[in-house]
């Protein structure tokens, strides 16, 4: 079995910056994309960014520039780190992991991100 728990959320002015982490529990496969989610109020969870064990990476068009992924391969985490916020990246952030950027695991409690002035 597998969770994960996030962490690392807060409020912040439109402007700041966030560091999420997330700290995953059981094994997941090296192979597999560590990941992470957002879902705003009234809408679906989306794809936020991947990363792979070789380090690469991929950003949705509405973060790419701002958030940077990237992983601690020795202690199964990976982090989120969130520049240059604006109000519609207020979300619960949720990691997850699977071999596409669909999530293999059932979801953690997410870490909640609100951007507001």
């Known amino acids: 079995q597998v969770t994960f728990v996030e962490s690392g959320g807060g409020s912040v002015q439109p402007g700041g910056s966030l560091r999420l982490s997330c700290d995953a529990a059981?094994?997941?496969?090296?192979?597999?994309?560590r990941a992470w989610y957002r879902q705003s109020p009234g809408k679906q969870r989306e794809l936020v960014a991947t990363?792979?064990?070789?380090?690469?990476?991929t950003y949705s068009d509405s973060v790419v520039g701002r958030f940077a992924i990237s992983r601690d391969n020795l202690k199964n985490t990976w982090f989120l780190q969130m520049n240059s916020l604006r109000p519609e990246d207020t979300a619960v952030y949720y990691c997850?992991?699977?071999?596409?950027?669909?999530?293999?695991?059932?979801w953690g409690q997410g870490t909640q991100v609100t951007v507001s002035s």
């Open positions: 059981g094994s997941i496969p090296s192979y597999y994309l």
């Open positions: 997850n992991a699977g071999m596409t950027e669909e999530a293999k695991y059932s």
């Open positions: 990363i792979t064990i070789l380090d690469h990476v």
